[in-house]
């Protein structure tokens, strides 16, 4: 069974900094898609960044240069350090995963998700 547990979630002023982690179980991690979308209430989902399985990343162009994807495939665990947060950024973040030679297509849409973990930037 594919279990994917966020936490690290949290509130912080504008500016501020957050480091999401999101552990996978169930599934051979580093043969996997792995990526991170978000939904803020009454927003459609939003792809944020994913890690290919060479560790390559890819991000939206609203957090690149902020956001930092990363995982450690000792430990089954994906990473996001989120710096200069934005009021804009608080949502409800998911991990993702999909089994996909070229990680391609949206991250919304994959077939493995966790229950995410809330983010709220206030100004």
């Known amino acids: 069974q594919v279990q994917l547990v966020e936490s690290g979630g949290g509130s912080v002023q504008a500016g501020g900094s957050l480091r999401l982690s999101c552990l996978a179980s169930g599934i051979t991690f580093s043969s996997y898609c792995m990526g991170w979308f978000r939904q803020a209430p009454g927003k459609a989902r939003e792809g944020v960044a994913v890690?290919?399985?060479?560790?390559?990343?890819t991000y939206a162009d609203s957090v690149r240069g902020r956001f930092t994807i990363s995982k450690d495939n000792a430990k089954n665990t994906l990473y996001l350090q989120m710096n200069s947060l934005r009021p804009e950024d608080t949502a409800m973040y998911h991990c993702?995963?999909?089994?996909?030679?070229?990680?391609?297509?949206?991250?919304?849409?994959?077939?493995?998700r966790g229950q995410g973990t809330q983010v709220t930037v206030s100004s």
């Open positions: 993702a995963a999909e089994a996909k030679v070229f990680c391609s297509g949206p991250v919304t849409t994959w077939n493995y």
């Open positions: 890690i290919r399985h060479d560790g390559s990343p």
